[in-house]
T-cell receptor, first 114, second 114 residues
Framework: QKEVEQNSGPLSVPEGAIASLNCTYSDRGSQSFFWYRQYSGKSPELIMFIYSNGDKEDGRFTAQLNKASQYVSLLIRDSQPSDSATYLCAVIKAGGTSYGKLTFGQGTILTVHP | AAGVIQSPRHLIKEKRETATLKCYPIPRHDTVYWYQQGPGQDPQFLISFYEKMQSDKGSIPDRFSAQQFSDYHSELNMSSLELGDSALYFC?????????????FGPGTRLTVL
């Protein structure tokens, strides 16, 4: 079992809809949670980060974290075709011998169709 | 704003050759991470440096070595290249005093081993 699990999709939503991306993680020592967007052949681009339980909103994006359930999600409101990409969930386990390396999920492919 | 710089952007090598990938972090960032992303896979952590010292090591083959220099740039040296080393190699940087600080990725080096 991967330490970070995502539905690989593809997830297809119509333009203007809400896209919901989910991620679970296995290590309760995980402290920081990130969502990256990656277009094919390009580098991961940071979308959101969240450290505390609850919701965090930034423009059309909302990240939700529930540490008790070991669950983190990303909502994209008013989805646009330009949002079509692979979304990577990543976690950092701070402390011990870990100095901030990101552990990624396998990514969810999102397609927003006009 | 200045971003992470990687060079070269593309590299083609033969089996058993050596390759050197370079990474220049965002100014004032003191931590560098290297990740390898194979086709259709999520990025895998290789190695990281904080203040010119190796801080963490992941699934990096013994054929690979890396270091961070006094100006904080980093180089990943790869020897005895194998076909399976063909991948995208990303460098990321952060201001690493807090272990959970956000990492920003460079554009990557696409290595093709023939």
């Amino acid at each position: 079992q991967k330490e970070v699990e995502q539905n690989s999709g593809p997830l297809s939503v119509p333009e203007g809809a809400i896209a919901s991306l989910n991620c679970t993680y296995s290590d309760r020592g995980s402290q920081s949670f990130f969502w990256y967007r990656q277009y094919s052949g390009k580098s991961p681009e940071l979308i959101m980060f969240i450290y505390s339980n609850g919701d965090k909103e930034d423009g059309r994006f909302t990240a939700q974290l529930n540490k008790a359930s070991q669950y983190v999600s990303l909502l994209i409101r008013d989805s646009q075709p330009s949002d079509s990409a692979t979304y990577l969930c990543a976690v950092i386990k701070a402390g011990g011998t870990s100095y901030g390396k990101l552990t990624f999920g396998q990514g969810t492919i999102l397609t927003v169709h006009p | 704003a200045a971003g992470v710089i990687q060079s070269p952007r593309h590299l083609i090598k033969e089996k058993r050759e050596t390759a050197t990938l370079k990474c220049y972090p965002i100014p004032r960032h003191d931590t560098v991470y290297w990740y390898q992303q194979g086709p259709g896979q999520d990025p895998q952590f290789l190695i990281s440096f904080y203040e010119k010292m190796q801080s963490d090591k992941g699934s990096i083959p013994d054929r690979f070595s890396a270091q961070q220099f006094s100006d904080y740039h980093s180089e990943l040296n790869m020897s005895s290249l194998e076909l399976g080393d063909s991948a995208l190699y990303f460098c990321a940087s952060s201001f690493g005093r807090i272990r959970t600080d956000t990492q920003y990725f460079g554009p990557g080096t696409r290595l093709t081993v023939l």
